[in-house]
C-alpha cells in the first residue's frame, strides 16, 4: 500500500513507519519537526516537512494513497492546560484539515493514534472500550473530539476507520525509542537518572491504595503497539469507525519499574517521594480483549523486563553515537 504517516519523526510514528516500510508499504511522512527527530524517519520513506493541515490537501492530491495512518499532535498533557489553543489548533483543526483532504482525494482508510486520556480518570479497571469518557484536561478532550469527528466522516463520506487508544507505550525498537526534549514518561526519566542525566526521580505518593503504595500503570511495548496499526489498516471497514484500546492488560507499580530499572541498569537511582499530583489515578489498567477476539492482535513483549531491557539498550546507543559524534 501507499500510505501517508503524519508525524513519523516521532517516537510512535517513527516505530510504525519503520514497520510499515519493512513490510513492504511506500510510506510517505509529513512531520514539522516542532517536536520529532528527523533522524527517527526511516530512511525508505519519503520525507515532507510541514504541516499536515497546510500539506495533506497537495500531499493526498498527488493521487494512488491507500490510507492514512495519523499520529501528528500535540501530546504533553500539562502544556495542553497552559495553551489549550495550540491543542485545539494542532489536534483538531489538522484532523480536520486531513480528513477534508481524504474526502477530497477518496482516500477511506484511515488510523488514528489515540490515547486513554480520553477516558479521564476510572471508577474502576480494566478500561474497556464502552467505559464513559470524560477527559480531565485539553489533550484528553482534542483526541476525543477528533473521535466524534472521525466517526462522523466515515459514515457519511464511507472512510473505513480506527481509533488506537493507547496506554503507557514504552520499550524501543532497534534505534528508534523515548528521545524527546521535554520528558514526561516514567522509564526514559528513570534511565537518564541510571545515565546521570538526573540526580533522583520523584515518586508521586506512596499512600495509593496499591499494593505497594505507588501508583499502578499498564506498559505495552511500542513494536506490539505497530503491530496494531498494521492490523488495523489491513481490516478496516468502509463506512465504520472502530476503536480499541491498547495495553498488556497488567500492570506494575512506580516502585516496581524502579527497581526493574536498577536490575538492568546496575545503577542505583536514588528516588524520593513527592506529594501526589492532582488527577493522577491509582490504578489505570486497559482491557485490549477486543481487539484481540476482533483483529487477532497478540502482543508478545508485555514483561517489564523486555521493555525496560529494550529502552535501556536504545538509550546506551544513544549515549554512545552522542560521544562518539565530532565535536
Same mark, same amino acid.
Given at each position: 500500500?501507499?500510505?501517508?504517516?503524519?508525524?513519523?519523526?516521532?517516537?510512535?510514528?517513527?516505530?510504525? #513507519?519503520?514497520?510499515?516500510?519493512? !513490510?513492504?508499504?511506500?510510506?510517505?511522512?509529513?512531520?514539522?519537526?516542532?517536536?520529532?527527530?528527523?533522524?527517527?524517519?526511516?530512511?525508505?520513506?519519503?520525507?515532507?516537512?510541514?504541516? *499536515?493541515?497546510?500539506?495533506?490537501?497537495?500531499?493526498?492530491?498527488?493521487?494512488?494513497?491507500?490510507?492514512?495512518?495519523?499520529?501528528?499532535?500535540? /501530546?504533553?498533557?500539562?502544556?495542553?492546560? @497552559?495553551?489549550? @489553543?495550540?491543542?485545539?489548533?494542532? $489536534?483538531?483543526?489538522?484532523?480536520?484539515?486531513?480528513?477534508?483532504?481524504?474526502?477530497?482525494?477518496? =482516500?477511506?482508510?484511515?488510523?488514528?493514534? /489515540?490515547?486513554?486520556?480520553?477516558?479521564?480518570?476510572? *471508577?474502576? =479497571?480494566?478500561?474497556? @472500550?464502552?467505559?464513559?469518557?470524560?477527559?480531565?484536561?485539553?489533550?484528553?478532550?482534542?483526541?476525543?473530539?477528533?473521535?466524534?469527528?472521525?466517526?462522523?466522516?466515515?459514515?457519511? !463520506?464511507?472512510?473505513?476507520?480506527?481509533?488506537?487508544?493507547?496506554?503507557?507505550?514504552?520499550?524501543?525498537?532497534?534505534?528508534?525509542?523515548? $528521545?524527546?526534549?521535554?520528558?514526561?514518561?516514567?522509564?526514559?526519566?528513570?534511565?537518564? *537518572?541510571? %545515565?546521570? !542525566?538526573?540526580?533522583?526521580?520523584?515518586?508521586?505518593?506512596?499512600?495509593?491504595?496499591?499494593?505497594?503504595?505507588?501508583? *499502578?500503570?499498564?506498559?505495552? !511495548?511500542?513494536?506490539?503497539?505497530?503491530?496494531?496499526?498494521?492490523?488495523?489498516?489491513?481490516?478496516?471497514?468502509?463506512?465504520?469507525?472502530?476503536?480499541?484500546?491498547?495495553?498488556?492488560?497488567?500492570?506494575?507499580?512506580?516502585?516496581?519499574?524502579?527497581?526493574?530499572?536498577?536490575?538492568?541498569?546496575?545503577?542505583?537511582?536514588? #528516588?524520593?517521594?513527592?506529594?501526589?499530583?492532582?488527577?493522577?489515578?491509582?490504578?489505570?489498567?486497559?482491557?485490549?480483549?477486543?481487539?484481540?477476539?476482533?483483529?487477532?492482535? /497478540?502482543?508478545?513483549?508485555?514483561?517489564?523486563?523486555?521493555?525496560?531491557?529494550?529502552?535501556?539498550?536504545?538509550?546506551?546507543? %544513544?549515549?554512545?553515537?552522542?560521544?562518539? #559524534?565530532?565535536?
Amino acid at each position: 500500500m501507499k500510505l501517508l504517516v503524519t508525524g513519523a519523526a516521532g517516537y510512535v510514528g517513527s516505530v510504525c #513507519a519503520a514497520v510499515l516500510c519493512e !513490510h513492504g508499504h511506500e510510506v510517505v511522512v509529513i512531520d514539522n519537526l516542532s517536536t520529532g527527530n528527523r533522524d527517527a524517519i526511516p530512511s525508505g520513506a519519503r520525507f515532507i516537512h510541514g504541516d *499536515v493541515k497546510d500539506l495533506a490537501a497537495s500531499v493526498l492530491g498527488e493521487g494512488g494513497f491507500d490510507g492514512v495512518v495519523h499520529f501528528a499532535a500535540r /501530546s504533553l498533557v500539562g502544556e495542553s492546560v @497552559e495553551k489549550p @489553543e495550540e491543542y485545539w489548533h494542532g $489536534n483538531m483543526v489538522t484532523t480536520l484539515a486531513l480528513l477534508d483532504a481524504m474526502v477530497a482525494n477518496r =482516500v477511506n482508510n484511515l488510523v488514528f493514534s /489515540s490515547t486513554a486520556a480520553t477516558y479521564g480518570e476510572p *471508577v474502576t =479497571v480494566p478500561i474497556t @472500550e464502552d467505559f464513559p469518557t470524560s477527559p480531565t484536561n485539553p489533550y484528553g478532550a482534542t483526541k476525543l473530539s477528533i473521535d466524534y469527528a472521525i466517526s462522523s466522516y466515515a459514515h457519511a !463520506h464511507g472512510i473505513g476507520a480506527t481509533s488506537l487508544r493507547y496506554f503507557n507505550v514504552a520499550g524501543a525498537y532497534g534505534m528508534i525509542g523515548e $528521545n524527546r526534549e521535554i520528558e514526561t514518561h516514567l522509564i526514559p526519566l528513570i534511565l537518564q *537518572v541510571a %545515565l546521570g !542525566h538526573r540526580e533522583k526521580i520523584f515518586i508521586f505518593g506512596d499512600d495509593w491504595p496499591t499494593k505497594d503504595g505507588t501508583a *499502578v500503570r499498564d506498559y505495552i !511495548h511500542i513494536r506490539d503497539l505497530a503491530d496494531a496499526h498494521l492490523l488495523a489498516l489491513n481490516s478496516n471497514i468502509p463506512g465504520t469507525h472502530r476503536i480499541f484500546n491498547l495495553g498488556s492488560g497488567d500492570g506494575y507499580s512506580v516502585k516496581e519499574v524502579i527497581e526493574m530499572c536498577r536490575e538492568i541498569t546496575g545503577h542505583p537511582i536514588p #528516588a524520593e517521594v513527592a506529594p501526589r499530583r492532582a488527577g493522577d489515578p491509582a490504578v489505570l489498567i486497559a482491557s485490549s480483549d477486543k481487539i484481540i477476539s476482533e483483529l487477532g492482535w /497478540s502482543p508478545s513483549r508485555t514483561d517489564l523486563r523486555t521493555i525496560v531491557s529494550d529502552a535501556w539498550e536504545f538509550t546506551r546507543q %544513544l549515549r554512545d553515537k552522542a560521544h562518539s #559524534a565530532p565535536r
